[in-house]
């Protein structure tokens, strides 16, 4: 029971990692997009895509009203997901899989048919991706979090860059 916890923490871990990508990518992106707005617009817009996504909206202020004042630009930019960061489609789709599959171990309400129901109507889930296994995600996730600067190269990374 404690190996599948610390999977399961693991995993969880992993998801964090794709969505702070997603986070800084979709910021980065409307810092110019949206120069006209207040400084802390792409902050909350990013924000409140990611918690529409995953389906994890938070209740506090200011979050919970920036999601429901601008509710329709939220569904706007997270149908534009595919368009703008088609490179973060597999992660995305992985994750939030991942997301629900630690939700469900941890006897958490299912939610996850409405949201990754959501997610494909945004364009974002790649139905036709099998669901990734642990160590397959967890790889994935090392890869990308790396490339992004989030993850840390491991002592094999640099023996073999040296090598």
């Known amino acids: 029971m404690q190996d599948q916890r610390g999977l399961i923490q693991s ?12 986070f800084l990518k979709a910021k980065e992106t409307f810092v ?3 120069k006209d707005r207040p400084e802390d617009f792409p902050r909350l817009l990013s924000a409140a895509m990611l918690n529409r996504l995953f389906g994890t909206p938070n209740p506090e202020s200011p979050y919970k009203e920036f999601a ?16 703008n960061f088609p490179e973060l489609l597999i992660p995305l789709t992985d994750a939030l899989r ?14 996850s ?5 959501r997610a494909r109507d945004y364009g974002i889930l790649q139905e036709d991706r099998d669901v990734p296994l642990p160590k397959g995600f967890m790889n994935l996730v090392y890869r990308i979090g790396k490339a992004y600067g989030l993850l840390a190269p491991t002592q094999t990374d640099i023996e ?3 090598g």
């Open 11 to 22: 995993l969880r871990e992993g998801v964090d990692v794709v969505r702070m990508i997603f």
């Open 32 to 34: 110019e997009k949206y």
């Open 68 to 83: 429901e004042e601008y509710e329709d630009l939220i569904d706007k930019e997270l149908s534009a997901v595919p368009k």
């Open 98 to 111: 991942i997301h629900f599959l630690c939700n469900h171990c941890e006897g958490m309400p299912d939610l």
């Open 113 to 117: 048919a409405e949201i990754l129901a």
């Open 160 to 162: 073999t860059q040296e």
